[in-house]
C-alpha cells in the first residue's frame, strides 16, 4: 500500500488539466450549453478559505454538468476598480494600478491551487482598458437612448476627502475614511434611468423560480411599487410666489387623508429653499438637516426635527379646515413629490413628529371590536386593518374601498387622480474618483454634453496622477480634461467623475461569452451562453448588484445587442466561512490586537480552553466566531491548507460541514477529519484487484449499494445539497471495505463510480484514482455515472412464490421490479427450485409488488 501524497499528485494533475486545456469552453462543440458563474472577486491581494468556498461551490457544479455531457462554461475574473485602490495609493505611495495588477497576479496564482475547472482564457479585469472601453461604448448607447443623463442630486459629501460616498460608507453620519461629518449636498450627476424598467423588473421576478424566495421579495420591496393618489393641496392664504395652484401631494393612504394634522415638506424643496432665502433662521434649519448621510436608512434613524413654516393649506375634503405645513428632515426629497401629508395616528414616523410638535393625533381607521367613541392613539402609531371613522363620507368602509372613494372625489374634484410610485429611484452613476471606468462625455458651453466619438475610445485614465490631497486626481490634471468639441471644435472639458463600480458588473458576464470580441457584446456568443444557468455569490448583493444586472441587461436587449432578458436563470447564496477570533490586548483605542490563527495555539485543560501565541508565548483571549476577514485577522490561506493537508481536504471540509447556504465554522478538527478520508479513500482505490472472482451474494449487495450511492450523490448535487452528497460518500467509504472480497468486476464498478462521485469535491484525488484502476484519460473527461432504478431503490419488498395455489416460498425483490425481471430471479432461487423437482412449468404469473404464482404439472 502506497499513503496518498497530495503534495506530489495535486500539482500533476493540475499540470494535464493545464496541458490538455480541458477546461476551454467551445460552442461549436455541438452539446448544450451550461453556464456556472460565481460573482467576480475585489482583487485585495489575498483570497482565504472563505472566499474559496465560493468557488468551490461553482466548481462542484461546472465539473458535475461537464461530466452529464453538457458544454461548460466557467470563466473568472476580476472586479478591479474601486476606492480601496485609491486609499493604497495614498497610505502606501504606489500606484493604483500597480496595487491592483499586483494583487491579481497574487490571486490568480492562489485561485490555480484550488483546482478550479476555470476556462482562463476569457480573463477579465474591468480596469483594463480593453473592458472599460467597451464599457464606455455601452454608456454612449444609453446616452443616446435618453438612459443615461445628468441632473442635479441630493448626495453624501466628504468635506475632507472633497467626494461623494456611496450610502454604504456613511457610518454613523461620518465618511468611512476621514471620520468627517458627512453632509447633504446638491451636486451635477449622472444617472442611469432604472425606473424606466420598474415594471418590467418587478414582473420579471415571477419567472425567476429559481432564485431563493427571499432574495426575489427584497427586490421587490427595493422597487416597491405603491398604488395610490396624486393630489393639489390648495393655499389657505397667500401663497409662495411661482407656487400659486397649490403643493402637489403623493400618498398611498388616500383613505386616511381626514387624520392629516400637518403637511411635510423636504428639507430641499423648492418651497423650504425658496422661504430660506429670506429667512436666515430657517436657512440655518435647512443646513442643520443637511448633515448626516442621503439615504433612506440614516434619515429614518436621525432625530426628527421640523420647522413650521407659517403656511397652511385647505383640507381637500373640508375647505372650512386649514393644515399648517413644515419642513421636515426625515422627508425624502426623491419619493413622491417630496411633500407628505401626515397622517400621525396610523404612520409611526408621522406620530413621532407630531408627539414632538405637539400637533393633533385624530384617528381615522378602527380597529376590529374597537369602540369609536374611545379609541385613541398613544405612543405606537396603529397600522392594522380596519374600517374608516372620523372620516365624513368614508366612514363604515374597509380601506381598500376607502381608497378608491378618496381618489374618485378628488378625480371629481379636480384635485388629484389615481396613479404609482416606485420606491426605485434612478441609479446614480458618478462617482468623484480616479479608478474607476472614465465617463465618456465631453462638456462644450456651446454644443451641451457630447459623447465621446467611438473611434476615440477608450478614453483612458492618465497615470501620471497624484494622492497628495483630497478630491479627485483628475478634476486637477493639468491636461488630460483638456480637449476640443467632437461636434464644434471649440475648447471643451471632459467628464471627469467616474463611473461607480456596479456598472462594471452590470455586464460582465455577457463580455465573458466572447471576452475578445471587438463589440462589446458578440451578440452571437451570448446568445449562445445566457443566460447564466448557475450563478453563485453571497446575499449582500441581493439587491443592488443583481438588480443593475437584471436593468442593463434589458436596457442591452432592447438595444439589439443580444435577446436574453433575465441575466441569471439560477441564483444561489452561499453562507460564509467562519472562524473563531484571538487577540492580545487592546491598543490605546479599545480595538484588539488581533492574533493569526497560525500563530496560536489551543489546550483544553478540565474542559477549558486557553489560547496561547505561539511566537512569544503570551497568553491570547479567545473572541467571537465571525467571518474569516482580514481586519480580524481570523483568516486560513489556501497555501496553508495545501501545506498542511493538501487542495482536496480543503475543499471536501468548506463543502461538508454544513448546508450550503448556511455558515460553516473552521476548526482544525474538521479539517483534519476531511484529510482521513482523503487518506481512507485513496486505500481503497489502492487495494483494488482486477482480477478477483465473482461472489454472487456479496457482488449484489456491493451492487445494490453502489446504485443507491450514485443517486444519493446525484440528487445531493443537483439539489444542492453537497454537504449531503458527501455524507453518502463516507457512508459508502465503509461499505467498500466491508465488501473487499467481491468479485473484481463489482468491485470495479463500485470504485470507478466512486471515483466519480468524488471527482466534482475531490478532483485531484479523484484521477489519481482512476488513473490507479487503469481506466482510460482523464476521469474529468469521463462521463457521470448513471444508477439503476431497481438496485437503487431503498427498500426490497417479499413477494409470496405460490406452486399451484399453494404458497411455497418467498422473495425479496425492489418495488416495481419489471415482471420479467421478477420471473427470472424467482425461477433462479434455489428454494423455489426445490419444491418445482420433478415438475414441469406450464406458467408463471407476477402481479407487480403483490405475488408470483407458479402453474406446473
Known amino acids: 500500500m502506497t499513503r496518498y501524497d497530495p503534495k506530489a499528485v495535486e500539482p500533476r494533475h493540475r499540470a494535464r488539466w493545464e496541458a490538455a486545456d480541458t477546461f476551454r469552453a467551445d460552442s461549436a462543440s455541438g452539446k448544450p450549453k451550461y453556464y456556472v458563474l460565481e460573482m467576480f472577486p475585489y482583487p485585495s491581494g489575498a483570497i482565504h478559505m472563505g472566499h474559496a468556498r465560493n468557488y468551490v461551490m461553482g466548481d462542484v457544479v461546472s465539473r458535475y454538468k461537464r461530466a452529464q455531457g453538457f458544454e461548460v462554461l466557467h470563466p473568472m475574473g476580476w472586479d478591479a476598480f474601486g476606492m480601496p485602490a485609491e486609499n493604497a495609493a495614498m497610505e502606501r505611495g504606489v500606484h493604483p494600478a500597480d496595487w491592483t495588477w499586483s494583487n491579481i497576479a497574487a490571486m490568480r496564482d492562489q485561485l490555480k491551487l484550488l483546482g478550479l475547472s476555470i476556462d482562463w482564457s476569457r480573463e477579465l479585469a474591468t480596469c483594463d482598458p480593453a473592458y472599460y472601453g467597451r464599457q464606455q461604448a455601452l454608456f454612449l448607447k444609453l446616452f443616446e437612448r435618453g438612459l443615461a443623463y445628468r441632473k442635479e442630486s441630493l448626495v453624501n459629501w466628504d468635506p475632507v476627502d472633497n467626494t461623494v460616498l456611496a450610502n454604504e460608507q456613511v457610518i454613523d453620519g461620518r465618511g468611512w475614511r476621514s471620520g ?25 421576478l415571477k419567472t425567476l423560480d429559481r432564485w431563493p424566495d427571499k432574495v426575489r421579495l427584497m427586490q421587490e420591496n427595493w422597487i416597491g411599487r405603491s398604488l395610490g393618489a396624486r393630489l393639489t393641496w390648495r393655499w389657505a392664504g397667500e401663497a409662495p410666489a411661482g407656487f ?27 418651497v423650504a429653499e425658496l422661504l430660506a432665502k429670506d429667512d436666515p433662521e430657517l436657512a440655518a434649519f435647512l443646513t442643520e438637516c443637511r448633515k448626516g448621510g442621503a439615504s433612506q436608512a440614516e434619515i429614518e434613524q436621525a432625530e426628527k426635527i421640523g420647522r413650521d413654516t407659517g403656511l397652511r393649506v385647505q383640507h381637500p375634503f373640508d375647505a372650512d379646515r386649514a393644515v399648517p405645513v413644515w419642513i421636515a428632515n426625515f422627508i425624502l426629497s426623491d419619493y413622491g413629490t417630496g411633500a407628505i401629508f401626515g397622517c400621525p395616528a396610523h404612520d409611526q414616523r408621522d406620530l413621532d413628529f407630531a408627539r414632538k410638535y405637539g400637533l393633533p393625533v385624530p384617528p381615522v381607521v378602527l380597529p376590529p371590536g374597537a369602540d369609536p367613541a374611545t379609541f385613541e392613539v398613544g405612543t405606537e402609531a396603529y397600522v392594522g386593518p380596519g374600517v374608516i371613522f372620523n372620516s365624513d363620507f368614508l366612514d363604515g368602509l374597509e380601506v381598500e374601498p376607502a381608497k378608491a372613494a378618496a381618489i374618485a372625489r378628488l378625480e371629481a374634484q379636480g384635485q388629484g387622480e389615481g396613479a404609482t410610485v416606485y420606491r426605485l429611484r434612478d441609479w446614480g452613476v458618478s462617482r468623484q474618483r480616479y479608478w474607476g471606468c472614465p465617463i465618456p462625455i465631453i462638456h462644450c458651453e456651446a454644443c451641451g454634453p457630447v459623447g465621446v466619438p467611438h473611434d476615440q475610445l477608450p478614453v483612458e485614465l492618465p497615470r501620471d496622477v497624484t494622492f497628495d490631497q483630497p478630491g479627485n486626481p483628475l478634476e486637477r490634471h493639468p491636461t488630460w480634461k483638456h480637449t476640443a468639441c467632437p461636434q464644434c471644435g471649440g475648447q471643451a472639458r471632459r467628464e ?31 446568445d449562445f451562453w445566457l443566460p447564466v444557468d448557475q450563478y453563485i455569490g453571497g446575499v449582500e448583493h441581493a439587491v443592488l448588484h443583481l438588480l443593475y444586472a437584471r436593468f442593463i441587461t434589458r436596457a442591452l436587449a432592447d438595444q439589439g445587442l443580444m435577446k436574453v432578458r433575465e441575466p441569471f436563470a439560477g441564483l444561489f447564496t452561499q453562507g460564509m466561512v467562519v472562524h473563531e477570533t484571538y487577540f492580545e490586548g487592546r491598543d490605546e483605542s479599545g480595538k484588539p490586537r488581533w492574533v493569526e490563527p497560525a500563530d496560536v495555539r489551543i489546550e483544553t485543560v478540565d474542559g477549558k480552553r486557553s489560547a496561547t501565541r505561539v511566537s512569544t508565548g503570551a497568553a491570547l483571549s479567545i473572541g467571537d466566531i465571525e467571518k474569516m476577514s482580514k481586519s480580524k485577522k481570523n483568516v486560513v490561506a489556501p497555501q496553508e491548507i495545501v501545506d498542511a493537508y493538501g487542495v482536496d481536504a480543503g475543499r471536501l471540509f ?42 454472487p451474494e456479496r457482488d449484489i449487495v456491493l451492487r445494490r449499494e453502489t446504485h443507491k450511492t450514485i443517486k444519493a450523490v446525484t440528487e445531493g448535487v443537483e439539489g444542492f445539497r453537497f454537504n449531503s452528497a458527501i455524507a453518502r460518500l463516507y457512508a459508502f467509504l465503509p461499505i467498500l471495505r466491508q465488501h473487499a472480497g467481491a468479485g473484481g468486476e463489482a468491485r470495479l464498478e463500485a470504485l ?20 490507479r484502476l487503469g481506466q482510460p484519460g482523464m476521469v474529468v473527461d469521463a462521463p457521470w455515472p448513471s444508477f439503476d432504478p431497481a438496485l437503487a431503490a431503498d427498500e426490497l419488498i417479499t413477494l409470496p412464490v405460490q406452486v399451484n395455489g399453494k404458497r411455497r416460498a418467498e422473495i425479496q425483490v425492489p418495488p416495481g421490479l419489471d415482471p420479467a425481471e421478477v420471473e427470472t430471479r424467482v425461477l433462479a432461487d434455489a428454494e423455489v427450485r426445490s419444491k418445482l423437482e420433478g415438475l414441469t412449468i406450464r406458467k408463471v404469473v407476477v402481479v407487480k409488488d403483490r405475488i408470483v404464482n407458479l402453474v406446473a404439472g
Open 752 to 771: 470507478s463510480a466512486f471515483a466519480r462521485l468524488i471527482a466534482p469535491f475531490v478532483p485531484h484525488l479523484a484521477e489519481e484514482a482512476w488513473t
Open 244 to 270: 400659486e395652484d397649490g403643493l402637489e401631494v403623493y400618498t398611498t393612504r388616500p383613505d386616511t387623508l381626514s387624520g392629516a394634522s400637518f403637511l411635510g415638506l423636504a428639507p430641499d424643496h423648492p
Open 496 to 526: 471627469t467623475d467616474t463611473l461607480d463600480t456596479f456598472v462594471d458588473s452590470s455586464w460582465y458576464f455577457a463580455r465573458f461569452a466572447d471576452p475578445h470580441a471587438d463589440a462589446p457584446i458578440n451578440g452571437a456568443a451570448a
Open 180 to 204: 468627517a461629518m458627512v453632509e447633504k449636498r446638491k451636486l451635477t450627476q449622472w444617472f442611469l434611468r432604472i425606473t424606466h424598467y420598474a415594471d418590467d423588473l418587478l414582473e420579471g
Open 654 to 695: 468548506v463543502l461538508s460541514d454544513s448546508p450550503p447556504e448556511r455558515d460553516v465554522q473552521w476548526t482544525p478538527g474538521g479539517i483534519e477529519g476531511a484529510s482521513r478520508f482523503v487518506q481512507r479513500a485513496w486505500t481503497e482505490f489502492d487495494s483494488f484487484a482486477p482480477g478477483a472472482p465473482a461472489d
